[in-house]
């Protein structure tokens, strides 16, 4: 019932910007970002309610990455700050119709993006 496409990634150098996008066509409780390096897991990064409240940012990206989104258009977004070249990753955009108290487990979520790269460059 609920597709989402995400944009916004590219090829940036270290101390640089990206702000990431995630349109939702439908209605949703929980919205989150979740990254995958080449050869590792796939990783919580942040979340938000789909009404915009309670963002969380896994602590290690505290002070660089903000979640936010655009509730008149169904928008999620992800301010990155100072990245770094261990921030390198596909980023995916989940979403859940239910609430889930375990929000970092990527099991919880019932849609997702096919993801954006970012790369970050020494």
């Known amino acids: 019932q609920v597709q989402l496409v995400e944009s916004g990634g590219g090829l940036v150098q270290t101390g640089g910007s990206l702000r990431l996008s995630c349109a939702a066509s439908g209605r949703t409780f929980r919205m989150a970002w979740f990254r995958q390096a080449p050869g590792k897991e796939r990783e919580f990064v942040a979340t938000?309610?789909?009404?915009?409240?309670?963002?969380y940012v896994l602590n290690s990206v505290k002070g660089r990455f903000t979640i936010s989104t655009d509730n008149a258009n169904n928008t999620v977004y992800l301010q990155m700050n100072s990245l770094r070249p261990e921030d390198t990753a596909v980023y995916y955009c989940a979403a859940s119709q239910i609430f889930y108290a375990d929000y970092v487990s990527p099991t919880r979520y019932d849609y997702w993006g096919r993801g954006t790269q970012v790369t970050v460059s020494s």
């Open positions: 938000i309610s789909g009404s915009g409240s309670n963002p």
